[in-house]
């Protein structure tokens, strides 16, 4: 006779056995952006910026400089080629490992073409972390 089936919600998460699943992906993704939207948002920013100097808005003409210079910042940075792996442990992004009791839940998704990893953690701050 056949053995009982166990509830999937009874399953001890030591007792499953699997192969790893390892891929390697860039950290993030990056967007191909023309000349027309960086002329834009310096335009947008130069004139934030002249019209808060000229309210004599100082707080708020360092605050849309500061988003200027983020905005730049964060463009300049290129992903690093990171190494992911879900083995019977749990989910490890680069030298960061997730245990499962750490995870509320993750799923695989498809988005023009490209696969995608979703985690959602059961840590209060962090945030649901789509992975490709």
Do not use: C
């Amino acid at each position: 006779m056949d053995e009982p089936i166990e509830p999937l919600n009874q399953i001890q998460p030591n007792r499953v056995q699997f192969e790893p699943i390892i891929w390697q992906a860039e950290e993030f993704e990056t967007h191909r952006r023309g000349w027309a939207w960086y002329l834009t948002t310096i335009l947008v920013i130069v004139v934030l910026v002249a019209y808060t100097v000229y309210t004599r808005q100082w707080l708020l003409a360092g605050v849309v400089g500061a988003a200027g210079l983020v905005l730049y910042l964060s463009n300049r940075m290129r992903p690093r080629m990171m190494e992911y792996r879900i083995d019977p442990s749990g989910l490890s992004i680069g030298n960061r490992i997730f245990t499962f009791d750490q995870l509320k839940s993750f799923w695989f998704y498809t988005r023009e073409s490209q696969v995608y990893l979703n985690l959602v953690s059961v840590m209060r701050l962090m945030p649901s972390l789509p992975l490709n």
